[in-house]
T-cell receptor, first 115, second 110 residues
Framework: AQSVTQLGSHVSVSEGALVLLRCNYSSSVPPYLFWYVQYPNQGLQLLLK??????LVKGINGFEAEFKKSETSFHLTKPSAHMSDAAEYFC?????????????FGKGTKLSVKP | KAGVTQTPRYLIKTRGQQVTLSCSPI?????VSWYQQTPGQGLQFLFEYFSETQRNKGNFPGRFSGRQFSNSRSEMNVSTLELGDSALYLC?????????FGEGSWLTVV
């Protein structure tokens, strides 16, 4: 079965440091890939998405992710962490092509930012 | 432009009862999907509706059902509630290949 693996359920960085959240998917067929952020007691907000165009995808709030087919990875990065980035981040994939409602999510990574 | 609206935001039910949750998608979006989020299982896909037809279904028992109306609004129903149904239920609407989520409905079963 297709799956998404997020390495590290908790990641802690200092303010101003690089943020790297890892995501690997299991499929030889490139899927649609998404990163969502969830703040406490809120829904999911789309950060960015990969849909087979450019492999380096820029999103909101200074985040970006690079699709690497050879590594089946879609890691999320941000050059300089801000306190407001503290949240839970979810990587998700869709293999349904035009049927985009069926997402497979990773377990999530909680990001803490230390002052 | 209004986002995905879910009601109610919070509710408490007793085991054995049934519950109905409502979702209004972003205007113009015809696809609505539902997800269950729990600390143990994470985010799991329940089902997706497009133009009033169920297009995809996740691996949940028949107690979980849904429907979509002609105006794209959707409801999901859970019958014979169990303690394990306590979760955040998220609705999402999509147009093309971008999916937008609502704030969710927090269900507590006691």
């Amino acid at each position: 079965a297709q799956s998404v693996t997020q390495l590290g359920s908790h990641v802690s960085v200092s303010e101003g440091a690089l943020v790297l959240l890892r995501c690997n998917y299991s499929s030889s067929v490139p899927p649609y890939l998404f990163w969502y952020v969830q703040y406490p007691n809120q829904g999911l907000q789309l950060l960015l998405k990969y849909t087979s165009a450019a492999t380096l995808v820029k999103g909101i709030n200074g985040f970006e992710a690079e699709f690497k087919k050879s590594e089946t990875s879609f890691h999320l990065t941000k050059p300089s962490a801000h306190m407001s980035d503290a949240a839970e981040y979810f990587c998700a994939v869709s293999y349904d092509g035009g049927s985009q409602g069926n997402l497979i999510f990773g377990k999530g990574t909680k990001l803490s930012v230390k002052p | 432009k209004a986002g995905v609206t879910q009601t109610p935001r919070y509710l408490i039910k007793t085991r054995g009862q049934q519950v109905t949750l409502s979702c209004s998608p972003i205007s113009g979006h015809r696809s609505v999907s539902w997800y269950q989020q729990t600390p143990g299982q994470g985010l799991q896909f329940l089902f997706e509706y497009f133009s009033e037809t169920q297009r995809n279904k996740g691996n949940f028992p028949g107690r979980f059902s849904g429907r979509q109306f002609s105006n794209s609004r959707s409801e999901m129903n859970v019958s014979t509630l169990e303690l394990g149904d306590s979760a955040l239920y998220l609705c999402a609407s999509s147009l093309g290949n971008t999916i937008y989520f609502g704030e969710g409905s927090w269900l507590t079963v006691v």
